[in-house]
């Protein structure tokens, strides 16, 4: 039978039904690897401050280095019983060196051991998640080079704005991810791991002795160095460092729903500027011809579950009094469900865009829509003296006319152009409904 951290103080045996009300070991046993590195920073400071004798201390480290072993093949099962993985790691380990194992636990509280551990799964989540973005933004970036010539409409409202290079069109999505990623970063330097809070009031350890380098542990102890904690009921009831993470993942996670949905749009009938690849398509159960871009779907539907698990954590914590409370126990199951989500999408969307074929010919006939050259129209006339608001006045009615009319501008006679600017030149303006001559006129720009 699984043994609890807790229990002389109860005279009965837990119902069943609390049991399984209140157990987490089926979520938080992805915090497996996490707690051991933890607990072996534990045993080192156990060590320094006189609580395990150096050969109390070589055999709980040779213990935990067996069980990060077997969660690293991904063998280690924790009992039916555990109420959470550091019970089940606890209970593994005394069956390892018996009633030493029960040393292990002395100035530590899970309060203390989760947030460790909740902190280094943040850590190195964060890094993988720095990665997969990184090799979008690389995707976007060369299908941005491979298609550089390319000028599409540009779009406010989903109208036709002016012409604008694709490149730039991608390359707008490449700086939402970088921000991204500045933002991760940002999150990552600012998490710091802390241990000797107890379970809320510090313990009779030296506050020095709580110093540990992350390379004096190994695995992914590398990723972080340990001190005391400035305020002890802080470090065990803070999940700033959650809800930070969870805004900057449903930031991240919008950002790949607005281009999932420019591709959606792109890729219809009606648009015809890309084609998806049929390896990232899906088919209809009733229509054969159906190609349907469910990745691209799935994508944008998810921002919708990103911005919840934020909003969910949120709403735990904004009425908690200090300082640890079971219901904090309810951050994990979000923050692991956005780490996966953001990581799958950015590693789906990768290897989408690497086979994105744009359709230069179908693009190209959109950019015949006069309509995206009046701003240009406008600028011509205000170089030859007319102001701004004047210019725009003028180029309205004249769309207004041509599409009125049902004739286009470059082919009005020098007359009818008279009648709105006598400042209109019928041989200068027809340069000017040109895609590229637009594009190179923005020099505002860094190229």
Not at 72 to 92: L, M, R, S, W, Y
Not at 179 to 198: H, Y
Not at 289 to 311: I, T
């Amino acid at each position: 039978m699984s043994k609890k951290l807790w229990g002389g103080r109860f005279g009965k045996k837990t119902d069943p039904l609390v049991e399984e009300f209140t157990k987490s070991v089926h979520f938080d046993k992805r915090l497996a690897a996490y707690d051991v590195v933890g607990s072996m920073a534990h045993v080192k400071i156990l060590k320094k401050s006189g609580y395990l004798k150096t050969v109390e201390a070589s055999r709980l480290l040779k213990a935990l280095a067996s069980v990060q072993k077997s969660v690293a093949k991904g063998v280690f099962k924790p009992g039916a019983a555990d109420e959470d993985i550091h019970t089940a790691i606890q209970n593994t380990l005394q069956k390892k060196v018996g009633d030493l194992a029960l040393k292990l636990h002395t100035a530590r509280s899970r309060n203390d051991q989760v947030a460790v551990a909740t902190k280094l799964y943040c850590k190195v989540s964060l890094l993988k998640a720095e990665v997969a973005i990184s090799g979008l933004i690389d995707a976007l970036a060369a299908s941005a080079d491979k298609n550089k010539r390319i000028i599409m409409p540009g779009f406010t409202h989903l109208q036709h704005a002016q012409p604008v290079y694709l490149k730039d069109h991608l390359g707008a999505y490449i700086e939402m991810l970088k921000r991204d990623i500045g933002r991760l970063q940002r999150i990552s330097a600012f998490i710091k791991v802390t241990m000797g809070s107890g379970a809320l009031a510090g313990t009779p350890i030296n506050a020095a002795s709580y110093f540990v380098k992350g390379r004096e542990i190994g695995g992914f102890g590398e990723a972080f160095d340990i001190s005391a904690a400035v305020n002890a009921l802080d470090a065990v009831s803070d999940r700033d460092f959650v809800i930070e993470i969870l805004s900057a993942l449903a930031i991240t996670g919008v950002h790949l729903s607005r281009f999932s949905e420019d591709l959606v749009i792109w890729s219809t009938k009606e648009f015809g500027f890309v084609d998806i690849d049929d390896a990232f398509c899906t088919g209809s159960s009733l229509m054969p011809q159906k190609r349907n871009p469910d990745v691209l779907e799935l994508a944008r539907g998810y921002a919708g579950r990103l911005c919840g698990n934020l909003v969910s954590v949120l709403t735990t914590m904004k009425g908690l009094p200090l300082t640890y409370n079971r219901d904090m126990q309810l951050d994990k199951e979000p923050l692991f469900d956005s780490f996966r989500i953001v990581l799958s999408e950015a590693k789906v969307l990768t290897g989408l865009v690497k086979t994105l074929k744009f359709n230069a010919g179908k693009i190209g006939k959109q950019l015949e829509d006069e309509s995206l050259y009046a701003t240009d129209l406008v600028y011509y006339l205000v170089k030859k003296g007319i102001a701004f608001k004047n210019a725009h006045t003028i180029v309205g009615k004249l769309v207004k006319y041509s599409a009125d009319k049902g004739v286009e501008i470059k082919h009005m006679a020098q007359a009818d152009l008279g009648k709105f600017s006598d400042k209109l030149v019928k041989r200068e303006i027809v340069k000017l409904f040109d895609p590229k001559v637009s594009v190179e006129s923005k020099r505002s720009i860094k190229r």
